[in-house]
């Protein structure tokens, strides 16, 4: 079937009072960091109430069969002196607004995020960077210009190692947070804890604001030219499964939340009783691709022993029968593989040192106890 394309300007309906309002994006690890960044979420909110600013928080996750892993989403919003918080039903919120963006791992630094794709998605000009790592802020700048900028940006990078100051990231990251964003203080964040019962951080929040450096940053995208987003033409039939991995092929490749909504399917188009059309026999589904693993597992060929036990547990087969070979499009980097191998040919990095070569001190490769029972 020959399908003919068109060229799409996205287009979302824009609120344009969001852009006068304060907002901090988190993003995060499922599961691995849920409670954490929960927690952050609600200090801040707090702390912005104490400041008698208006505050909201709530969560966004993808809708995927996989959760652990996937990156999530936290908001934070404040309120404008002239302007109340009024949040729309479109939860996703659109438009150059995030003062901050904050990230539990420095792992998303080179892969897509939740939603918004690209990390800078959504970002104003003067933006805060806040990252848990131990990576140089150097190193952070150097993966944001890489790997995350469709416009240019002049703000700040701080980098703090949580590790070594509290077993929860959430409070050196609050302390990191206020020395590089000057909307939210120590000081409110402290009346903050004391209200919510948590007087006991307060040293690591102050050590979080100590310890952290901040770089002032101005970097200027060398390639500015955007791609055509391109979807199928609407004939006015049903959809078939040509057209459907059309869209879905324009999903995974954009790089804003406004052409990601662009490229879902739309209502009228799909066949009654239909929720998606599944791959042909032995393809896979383009639609569950991995791009956010954030640990790589490597085989060494001079160990293995060809058992195919790391194929058979493999909860997403994405290891090849034959060649023992591991297919990243889809491999999650659940570390299954890693742990049933019995010849110990299967060794687990981080994402971020396979790819680029930087060791970060504060991902954690080898961690198992949600993997006990395989999922």
């Known amino acids: 079937m020959q399908l003919k394309f068109k060229k799409v300007t996205p287009k979302i309906e824009e609120y344009r009072e969001y852009e006068d309002l304060f907002w ?12 954490d960044m929960n927690t952050f979420s609600s200090i801040l909110a707090q702390a ?18 996989e959760r652990n892993y996937l990156p999530m ?6 309120g404008n002196p002239r302007i109340p918080v009024l949040l729309h039903e479109e939860v996703e919120p659109f438009g150059h607004i995030f003062n901050a963006i904050v990230l539990f791992s420095s792992s998303l630094l080179i892969q897509k995020t939740s939603q918004r794709a690209l990390l ?3 970002a104003k000009e003067d933006a805060v960077l806040v990252v848990n790592t131990s990576l140089s802020p150097n190193d952070v700048t150097y993966l944001v210009k890489k790997y995350n900028l469709s416009q240019d940006w002049r703000g700040r990078v701080v980098t703090i190692r949580s590790g070594k100051i509290d077993r929860s990231p959430a409070y050196p990251l609050l302390g990191a947070l206020a020395k590089g964003w000057e909307k939210i203080d120590i000081d409110s964040i402290t009346l903050a804890l004391e209200m919510l019962g948590k007087e006991n951080k307060r040293e690591s929040v102050k050590m979080g604001y100590e310890e952290s450096n901040v770089k002032e940053v101005e970097i200027q995208v060398e390639n500015k030219a955007k791609k055509e987003l391109k979807i199928p033409e609407y004939d006015g039939k049903f959809w078939n499964p040509e057209i459907y991995r059309a869209y879905q092929i324009a999903a995974a490749s954009a790089n804003n939340y406004a052409e990601r909504i662009t490229s879902m399917p739309r209502w009228e188009v799909l066949a009654p009783g239909l929720i998606e059309f599944g791959p042909r026999p032995g393809e896979k589904n383009i639609g569950f691709t991995t791009p956010w693993r954030f640990r790589r597992p490597l085989i060494n060929k001079e160990k293995c022993i060809d058992c195919k036990l790391c194929t058979y547990y493999c909860p997403n087969g994405s290891i090849d029968f034959n060649s023992i070979k591991i297919d990243y499009d889809y491999c999650t980097g659940c570390g299954i593989c890693f742990k049933v191998c019995p010849t110990k040919a299967i060794d687990l990095v981080s994402e971020l040192e396979a790819v680029e070569g930087l060791s970060d001190e504060e991902i954690p490769v080898k961690r198992f106890e949600s993997r006990e029972y395989g999922f």
């Open 73 to 78: 989403i936290f908001y934070n919003v404040f």
């Open 120 to 122: 800078f998605d959504g």
């Open 24 to 35: 901090v994006i988190s993003h995060g690890l499922g599961v691995d960091h849920t409670a």
């Open 48 to 65: 912005g109430l104490v400041k008698k600013i208006e505050s909201y928080y709530y969560m966004r996750y993808d809708d995927s069969p």
